[in-house]
């Protein structure tokens, strides 16, 4: 489909199916703005965040840590053998921070009073704390790309503006994710006597933006892998390969720091109990960091596509596991009820991820975002089915 005579967007089954799920979503999202979270949700007193917190927020902004974990890797380290990767982090990064804030709009209460933050000065929160780094963030991502925006939409002016700003905007790109990443969970502290002390720590910020660090590689070459199927395009196997080196490392280290910990505080032996909590906490740390770090750790493995794909998958998958762990698995108990999240919570969730993969798909095939490579007129949808063009 042309959009204008410079603008073009593939229509396919595929991207239908999503604009439908958009479309359900968006109605649902207005229904529970006029009636109240009770209406479409199943949470209570007792477990006051459900799936949108727990995931769309918390796992959305750990997944969109490639933004700033290439910038600092790209532009700090100066590792420009990256620089083919470091658009569609950006893209995948500032898509992801966009999921979050409307998640987090979503389950504001009375979400009328959105804008009381940025007037009332709650500096002893720490949900304040996060809320003004996850919009500054924003901000600054919404400029960096404007760099990128301005490539294409000739305005030359703005264009020089941008570039002049870029190097104290990479370095707030860095410093802001790092704040709020690790006071995602700091969150969590005051929660000694609720959250399972097989996830509750001292410490437990800096596993969070650690976390969120490692992740940022592993989420790059999923992400990349995907573009390249999609568009006909060859994965960038070597940025792929040398990027599970810094992943391996810094999983090495959240592994021994986590079990140093758990020894430390005298609760290791908690994980060998049989209970529910420590098999998933067993789960979490042999599947998806264990396992991993021994995949990218064998050169026959990481050289190989599958392998690098399967373990970046595993990582990825890993982390959205330890958030739900934290959120809902360690809390269960002191919690109390129950909580699963209703048809419209999941409903709204999936088409807010609709969203990201429709908005980086017209982003991707517009501005020069992938590598300078023929990806817009060639290759298949993210379905891998012939595309229905209008």
């Known amino acids: ?56 927020l918390l796992c959305g902004i750990a997944l969109a840590g490639g933004g700033f974990s290439t910038a600092l890797i790209v532009h700090v380290l100066h590792k420009d053998k990256y620089l083919p990767i470091a658009r569609a982090a950006l893209l995948t990064s500032l898509i992801g921070y966009i999921i979050a804030l409307v998640s987090l709009f979503l389950d504001i209460g009375r979400w009328y009073n959105f804008w009381r933050p940025f007037f009332y000065w709650g500096f002893h929160s720490v949900l304040f704390e996060v809320f003004w780094c996850i919009s500054l963030y924003t901000t600054v991502q919404v400029l960096e790309f404007g760099d990128i925006f301005f490539e294409k939409v000739n305005f030359p002016a703005m264009k020089k503006i941008l570039g002049a700003l870029m190097t104290p905007m990479l370095i707030l790109g860095i410093v802001l994710p790092s704040l709020h990443q690790s006071s995602l969970g700091s969150l969590y502290i005051v ?45 960038e196997m070597h940025v792929f390969e040398s990027l599970t080196k810094v992943t391996l490392w810094m999983m090495v280290i959240y592994l021994i720091v986590k079990i140093i910990d758990l020894v430390y505080r005298g609760v290791f032996s908690m994980a060998f109990n049989g209970s529910y909590e420590s098999n998933m906490f067993l789960i979490e740390m042999i599947g998806f960091v264990v396992i991993p770090i021994i995949m990218y750790a064998i050169p026959s493995i990481r050289t190989k596509l599958w ?37 419209w919570e999941w409903m709204i ?26 990806h817009v007129s060639h290759g298949h949808d993210f379905a891998s089915k012939p595309g229905i063009h209008a």
């Open 349 to 374: 969730t999936i088409g807010m991820w609709s969203a990201l993969v429709l908005l980086y798909c017209f982003v991707v095939e517009n501005f020069p975002i992938l590598s300078k490579e023929d």
């Open 307 to 343: 392998g690098v794909l399967t373990a970046s998958i595993l990582v990825v998958v890993g982390v959205i596991f330890n958030r739900m762990n934290v959120v809902f698995t360690g809390m269960a108990k002191a919690a109390g009820g129950s909580y699963f999240p209703s048809f």
């Open 191 to 235: 929660a000694i006597d609720r959250l399972y002390p097989l996830w509750w720590s001292m410490i437990i910020p800096f596993f969070f933006v650690w976390s969120a660090f490692f992740l940022g590689p592993a989420m790059v070459t999923v992400e990349g892998t995907l573009a390249a199927r999609a568009y006909g395009r060859e994965p």
């Open 1 to 56: 489909m042309q959009i204008g005579r410079n603008w073009s967007f593939r229509i396919t089954a595929f991207r239908m199916l999503l604009f439908a799920f958009v479309a359900i979503a968006v109605a649902a999202a207005l229904y529970r703005f006029v009636y109240g979270l009770g209406a479409v949700t199943n949470l209570s007193d007792e477990w006051p965040w459900g799936l949108w917190i727990g995931f769309d």
